[in-house]
């Protein structure tokens, strides 16, 4: 174990690091923004909004995130012409953009579905009692639908966090220079394929636990009621 090698690329790792939380937390942000009228459109009446909905998470749900990455970043030269005269191409010739455009995209799909799904396992004898009472769709949503809702969809959403925290990992392949990719670049100098790449294993395992203890200390918030009425 050459430890003077730790010693002298661990800042520039942490720098990598940095950028690994910077994606997560726009990737996450962003896609939930995504997320939330995408589910609204997916359990719509309307045929139009649901099969627009659904064809866009059928796509970034059954295609790789690699390759999600690949067409928004080298993919979109070919329409840099159009995407000049909409005032867009500035953005998509940054690879910053497109690894947050990709990963948001993603991490939407299956989000939506997550939220979709929880949304039909709520009580259903709840929501008929708020219309029985007059409730508007926006009051009976925003208090008795989306509270448990994101209850019964916490364990599979935060999994999905941390799932695309790790998928960040992708990024270095479009010459970000995330964790991994600082990683790759210290490896290609030094040789130390052993040491460098076991300090990014444990650090993407602490990052990982360190996740998994915040998120089930919130779905314990989120379920404090329900263990309270079952004492």
Request: aromatic share 14%; glycine share 6%.
């Amino acid at each position: 174990m050459d430890w003077q090698v730790l010693i002298d690329y661990f800042p520039l790792m942490i720098s990598g690091l940095w950028l690994t939380f910077k994606l997560t937390f726009l990737a996450v942000v962003i896609g939930l923004l995504i997320a939330l009228p995408l589910t609204m459109m997916k359990l719509s009446r309307v045929t139009m909004l649901r099969l627009l909905s659904e064809s866009i998470v059928f796509f970034f749900r059954g295609t790789p995130l690699l390759v999600q990455l690949f067409l928004i970043y080298y993919g979109s030269g070919q329409f840099r012409q159009t995407l000049d005269a909409i005032g867009l191409w500035s953005y998509f010739r940054e690879a910053f953009f497109c690894a947050v455009l990709a990963l948001s995209l993603n991490t939407a799909a299956y989000v939506t579905e997550i939220f979709a799904g929880a949304i039909k396992h709520v009580d259903k004898k709840q929501v008929e009692a708020g219309i029985a009472l007059g409730l508007s769709k926006w009051i009976l949503y925003r208090i008795i639908v989306l509270p448990q809702a994101l209850r019964i969809a916490w364990n599979s959403y935060a999994n999905e966090i941390i799932f695309i925290m790790q998928a960040t990992s992708l990024v270095s392949i479009i010459t970000l220079l995330d964790l991994t990719g600082v990683a790759g670049r210290v490896v290609s100098k030094t040789f130390a394929v052993y040491e460098i790449y076991s300090v990014v294993a444990l650090l993407y395992i602490a990052i990982t636990y360190g996740l998994v203890f915040v998120f089930k200390r919130v779905e314990n918030y989120l379920q404090r009621h329900e263990k309270q009425s079952a004492l």
